[in-house]
């Protein structure tokens, strides 16, 4: 995937943010992967960040994607996801799914969804617990730590429960 791609995404986010007076925040660290790692970086609790997860949706004459947002220290029970959108069956997207829909490498991906075909849910639990919710903007080595009602304010997801529940 081109850099530019990804800068765009970055680039196109802050200004939306700036434009929406969002109160939130840059943070530049490494580029790490890991949803433990980077929280520990930013000074965030692991339930604070944005995990966000491309899905195709499938069957019952359903066919589509989904931006599906989670809280980091939770799990997605896809099968909910799929039930939710009357679909049978819900899988993560190919890493060239996730590439044309959202200009992004895994990891990477804000939690907002800036293509007409990428539906945006979020579970509740992410805006329960912290005032702030803090998400990888983008770039892998950038994040945003950002007002949890500024942020359901812009993105304005739906709102679906989908994290897996304990037995």
Same mark, same amino acid.
């Given at each position: 995937?081109?850099?530019?791609?990804?800068?765009?995404?970055? @680039? !196109?986010?802050?200004? $939306?943010?700036?434009?929406?007076?969002?109160?939130?925040? /840059?943070? &530049?660290?490494? *580029?790490?992967?890991?949803?433990?790692?980077?929280?520990?970086?930013?000074?965030?609790?692991?339930?604070?960040?944005?995990?966000?997860?491309?899905?195709?949706?499938?069957?019952?004459?359903?066919?589509?994607?989904?931006?599906?947002?989670?809280?980091?220290?939770?799990?997605?029970?896809?099968?909910?996801?799929? @039930? !939710?959108?009357?679909? $049978?069956?819900?899988?993560?997207?190919?890493?060239?799914? /996730?590439? &044309?829909?959202? *200009?992004?490498?895994?990891?990477?991906?804000?939690?907002?969804?800036?293509?007409?075909?990428?539906?945006?849910?979020?579970?509740?639990?992410?805006?329960?617990?912290?005032?702030?919710?803090?998400?990888?903007?983008?770039?892998?080595?950038?994040?945003?730590?950002?007002?949890?009602?500024?942020?359901?304010?812009?993105?304005?997801?739906?709102?679906?429960?989908?994290?897996?529940l304990s037995a």
């Amino acid at each position: 995937m081109s850099e530019i791609a990804s800068r765009d995404v970055h @680039q !196109h986010l802050l200004t $939306l943010l700036e434009q929406q007076q969002a109160r939130f925040q /840059v943070v &530049e660290h490494d *580029a790490v992967g890991k949803c433990e790692a980077v929280s520990e970086i930013r000074g965030t609790a692991l339930g604070q960040g944005a995990k966000a997860l491309v899905c195709k949706i499938k069957g019952n004459g359903v066919k589509k994607h989904v931006l599906a947002i989670l809280a980091a220290d939770l799990q997605a029970d896809l099968s909910r996801l799929a @039930q !939710h959108f009357g679909g $049978l069956k819900a899988s993560l997207a190919s890493p060239l799914e /996730v590439e &044309e829909l959202t *200009a992004c490498v895994f990891g990477a991906i804000p939690p907002f969804s800036f293509h007409p075909d990428l539906h945006l849910v979020a579970d509740p639990v992410l805006f329960q617990r912290f005032d702030n919710i803090a998400f990888n903007a983008g770039l892998l080595e950038k994040s945003v730590i950002m007002d949890t009602q500024d942020y359901l304010r812009i993105a304005q997801p739906e709102i679906v429960d989908f994290r897996r529940l304990s037995a």
